[in-house]
């Protein structure tokens, strides 16, 4: 089936950018998304990305789609302890209401 | 996540005890899912549901059952509980969005099932 791969961990000091990464292998996903996981909370969407765009920004969030290679990033700049949380990407293919999720980056904020 | 309500929160089970995990939606989407998340693994689809009356199994659905009576509830049952069902387990349905479009997913809050 199709697979969404993350790393698991992403150790940055506080002030610096972070930068996680997801590859995917579902060549007509339509929509990626980045869903952020506080502690003992559920999944909340971040920001989400159109398969046609290359890239989309939002404040502090960065996200870039590189089609050919198949490969999501998303950049949040000036990364605060507060953005200490698990990452996930999730891709979702035209007509399907079923994303495949990869198994979260954990992103640790350190001063 | 007040769109998506779970019950309970928390829950400690013994082996081959019994349980349901509610969950209710706010709005009257036809999709709704339920997830289960173990540390490093992400998310798992157990079962969902494309509208009241009809369910179909996602990627891990032994060990549990759904129903839909009803398009604000979706309970997941667990008949006889085993540890290897301790996890987290996710309720959710879709999303609206800009444009109308509902190709996100909105989490409730999770329940915490520990089986010993």
């Known amino acids: 089936g199709e697979d969404v791969e993350q790393s698991l961990f992403l150790s940055v000091r506080e002030g610096d950018s972070s930068v996680i990464n997801c590859t995917y292998t579902?060549?007509?996903?339509?929509?990626l998304y980045w869903y952020k996981q506080e502690p003992g909370a559920g999944l909340q969407l971040l920001t989400y990305?159109?398969?046609?765009?290359d890239m989309k920004q939002d404040q502090r969030l960065t996200v870039l789609l590189n089609k050919k290679d198949k490969h999501l990033s998303l950049r949040i700049a000036d990364t605060q302890t507060g953005d200490s949380a698990i990452y996930f990407c999730a891709d979702l293919s035209g007509g399907s209401y079923i994303p495949t999720f990869g198994r979260g980056t954990s992103l640790i904020v350190h001063p | 996540n007040a769109g998506v309500t779970q019950t309970p929160k928390f829950r400690i089970l013994k082996i081959g005890q019994s349980m349901t995990l509610q969950c209710a939606q706010d709005?009257?989407?036809?999709?709704m899912y339920w997830y289960r998340q173990d540390p490093g693994m992400g998310l798992k689809l157990i079962y969902y549901?494309?509208?009241?009356?009809?369910?179909d199994k996602g990627e891990v659905p032994n060990g549990y059952n759904v129903s839909r009576s009803t398009t604000e509830d979706f309970p997941l049952r667990l008949e006889l509980a085993a540890p290897s069902q301790t996890s987290v387990y996710f309720c959710?349905?879709?999303?609206?969005?800009?444009?109308?479009?509902?190709?996100?997913?909105?989490f409730g809050p999770g329940t915490r099932l520990t089986v010993l």
């Open positions: 549901s494309v509208g009241a009356g009809i369910t």
């Open positions: 579902d060549s007509s996903s339509t929509y």
């Open positions: 990305i159109f398969s046609n765009m």
């Open positions: 959710a349905r879709p999303e609206a969005r800009q444009g109308g479009s509902t190709d996100t997913q909105y």
């Open positions: 709005m009257n989407h036809n999709y």
